[in-house]
């Protein structure tokens, strides 16, 4: 590692991009033709080895930042002159169908492309900055399987109360959390579920993340007037069984989602809402009424993303009188061993592999509509999802951290979640 810039205090990872870096130290071709789609070519494969999500090119006030975006952290692999940087923004910019010269204000486009034995899927944003034009470009390989609820990190218990929510075929189910929580990730594989079904299945998103046999979908376009709602109550023409929104982001398509499901159609969703019991603030803030959301809403989903240690490198220790502490505050006794990060050639130094989520379940009674109806807050709602057993995404947290899945460290800095079912019983 080194530091390359010396009013840039990011670190370079090289190990995060050998092949790049290889390209790097590659001579020009006769007659000085850059090597762009080359090096190009080099950290897209790179990108897939590492299965980063995202390629950043960031141009700075001495040089050119490559950054990709792993396990949901940014890791700096490369710094090149600016004339270098400028030509790989070219190249994206080609790649991708956006105009090739200066821009003045962002724009957006897309690509196909096969990389290293994956096929990639590129989404692909430039914006125009004081250094020069910034990429940002998100990779989807859609070579990969979509992921079964198993391999998720769900909880056994909780796996087969949605794997029995299709057979009810009414109801709103609804996945929560924050950008970048994996939301989109967890509906893809309910569908996965539902492909096997006699079942009409459409899907309303922005964009198509993944195409998938046997299931009509269709892609939100507001430059030709097509919005969330319009395209719902399309949708819904077409006698659906099961209809997938991709967010419910305004009040317009909460209220279509939640009259489809009212009136008998099983929809699945996802909400920016902090936990499971929050989805029924966040309709509230959408403009619904009670009785609307009390009458559709049939199971949220809350969830994160955290970073899973390396098997290869991880090491235990009994844990310090810090670690003790944030136990006892958490109102929890600590584990005899905890987990932590050590960094290894297998993880490229960085301590993890991949990443697995925290997940907590709420399936409504008629106790929890009833409390909706009669407007009860956040604390009411959330005791009697305790009482019905809802396993908290802190329960959770800390199942995977006495597993030695995760590490303590990790759950820390998730803060919202670390004490939030503390001196729960009553």
């Known amino acids: 590692m080194a530091l390359s ?18 390209m790097l130290r590659t001579l020009p071709l006769p007659g000085g033709e850059p090597r762009t789609n080359e090096r190009a070519e080099a950290l897209l494969a790179d990108a897939v080895e590492w299965k980063a999500s995202d390629i950043h090119i960031e141009p700075g006030a001495e040089e050119t930042r490559i950054r990709l975006r792993m396990d949901g952290l940014v890791h700096d692999v490369a710094a090149v002159p600016h004339a270098s940087g400028a030509q790989l923004v070219a190249f994206f910019k080609t790649l991708s169908g956006i105009d090739a010269t200066a821009l003045a204000h962002p724009e957006h486009g897309h690509a196909r492309l096969d990389v290293a034995g994956a096929r990639l899927e590129l989404r692909t944003t430039v914006a125009p900055t004081v250094d020069g034009e910034m990429v940002g470009v998100r990779l989807l390989d859609t070579s990969r399987p979509v992921r079964a609820l198993d391999e998720l990190g769900i909880a056994e218990a909780d796996q087969k109360r949605l794997q029995a929510w299709p057979a009810m075929r009414t109801g709103l189910l609804v996945v929560c959390g924050p950008v970048g929580a994996g939301k989109t990730t967890t509906l893809y594989s309910l569908l996965h579920q539902l492909q096997s079904l006699p079942s009409s299945i459409v899907t309303v998103e922005d964009p198509v993340e993944r195409r998938l046999d046997g ?21 819904l023409r077409m006698d659906p069984d099961f209809l997938l929104v991709g967010e419910i982001r305004d009040p317009a398509s909460a209220q279509v989602a939640v009259t ?22 966040a309709l509230r803030n959408q403009g619904l009424k009670n009785w609307e959301i009390g009458d559709a809403l049939e199971m949220c989903m809350a969830q994160r993303l955290v970073r899973r240690l390396c098997l290869q490198c991880r090491t235990s220790a009994a844990p310090d009188d810090v670690e003790g502490a944030w136990f006892q505050a958490a109102g929890r006794v600590p584990p005899s061993l905890l987990w932590h990060p050590v960094g290894c050639d297998a993880c490229a130094g960085t301590g993890f592999d ?38 908290t995404l802190a329960d959770d947290a800390m199942a995977k951290v006495t597993a030695g899945v995760i590490s303590l460290s990790e759950v820390r800095a998730l803060g919202g979640i670390s004490h939030s079912a503390a001196g729960r019983k009553e």
């Open 5 to 22: 810039a010396r009013n840039n205090p990011r670190v370079i990872e090289p190990r995060l991009a050998p092949r790049f870096q290889a």
């Open 215 to 235: 299931i009509t979908q269709i892609e939100v376009n507001s430059r030709r007037g097509l919005n969330f709602p319009e395209a719902i109550r399309a949708m």
């Open 260 to 281: 489809a499901a009212a009136t008998g159609l099983a929809v699945l969703s996802t909400l920016h809402a902090r936990d499971a019991v929050g989805a029924v603030a």
């Open 354 to 391: 991949s990443r697995i989520g925290l997940f907590e379940l709420w399936h409504l009674d008629e106790i929890a509509r009833q409390l909706i109806l009669d407007g009860a807050d956040g604390a009411a709602l959330e005791k009697q999802a305790w009482r019905q057993g809802m396993v």
